[in-house]
């Protein structure tokens, strides 16, 4: 007895030339270039005989012949932007022989600190997006411990991790050469509880004032405020003022509150214009706008050291360790907090204050937040051949493991 499914299995994929391949990402920047774009521009490079994609942003949900070309459909997050249609989509396709794949690379529900979070319970995304969770065929996420979350709604679910392409230009420079040590961030705007671990770091290594500098990446005052009328409860919009952002925030800890820098250039940085300043790259803090997301990991290039601080909570444990892939594949030291996503590759390399062989990185545990990115900054300082080791030993972590031939 052969099952009416088996029947379908192989008329779409055994006597077909090749398995066409829809996909749907959610957005141009960096999600659908990580989840969507990428891995399936290698998958049809690498497996030109078996598959064909198409990567479409915009589409005609009910015409059903658009649909009928594919054997499956690779989505993030939802079908389109529409996630009251999606279910009833995804169910379609479904009944169609079309098999669908979900990718998800963050908890569906920020915590109340995250910015979008009310914009999310509001709209009860959270809701719908566990809802396309329990419809679709297959999940792909990036780490097994959010699989393990996943799997509570989708038993099927296979764990493909974010991955670097390092023949991209933004992978390839030349490193530039200090005396001082130069400590990083890069990221975006929704981290201001992760950056404010870091809060009085600098404060404590101000007698090394003169050895190091700190870089912010991805400084950004664009975006818009809302207000409300409280006699009206008028919503009015506005553009932010650069002092109203997060970015502002994130430079008054990384600048230790701008101590020890020239007035002259605090008087440059409060213009918040995007222009040259003589000699910056010499200066104490050094910031750096924002950039396209095929050049910001080029950031890398101007510091020594990346610090990935976040907090312990649900959507940070099972976020993935891109930070930690990026940095490893610029050879970069890394001090990271020990919670979730960065336990897994990465091996302290401090045993009751010995180095420890074969370690990759320095993790900071949650009741050291207040001590330890200081002291293990310090130990960088005092101890620059550990930069270079820690990078390679990084390197040598995620090149194979996450290049992006080995996850497609």
Known sequence: IVSNSVIIFWKKYIMADKINVLVLPSDKTGVGKFRSVDPHVVLQRLYPDDFHVDIIYEFNANDINFWKKYQIVHFHRSIGHDYDQAVNLIKGLKSLGIITIMDLDDYWLPTKEHPIHSLIVQNKIHEKIINNLKVADYVITTTEMFANEIRKINKNVVVIPNSIDPSEPQFQYEKTESDLLRIGWLGGSSHLHDLMLLEGTFNKLRGDRNKYQTYLAGFDTRGAVTEINRETGEQTQRPIKPHETVWYQYEKIMTDNYHGIDQKYVDFLMKFKEEPY???????????????????????????????????????????????????????????????????????????????????AFLVDENKNHSDWSKFIKRLIDNPNLVTDLGESLYETVKDTYHINTTT
């Open 278 to 360: 003589e000699n910056m790259d010499n200066q104490p803090y050094v910031r750096v706008w924002t950039r396209p997301v095929n050049q910001y990991a080029a950031n890398y290039k101007r510091f020594d050291v990346s610090l990935a601080p976040i907090k312990n909570h649900i959507f940070n444990r099972v976020k993935s360790q891109l930070k930690v892939i990026e940095a490893g594949f610029h050879k970069k030291a890394l001090i990271a907090s020990n919670i979730g996503p960065y336990t897994i590759d990465l091996k302290h390399c401090l045993n009751k204050g010995n180095f420890v062989s074969g370690a990759n």
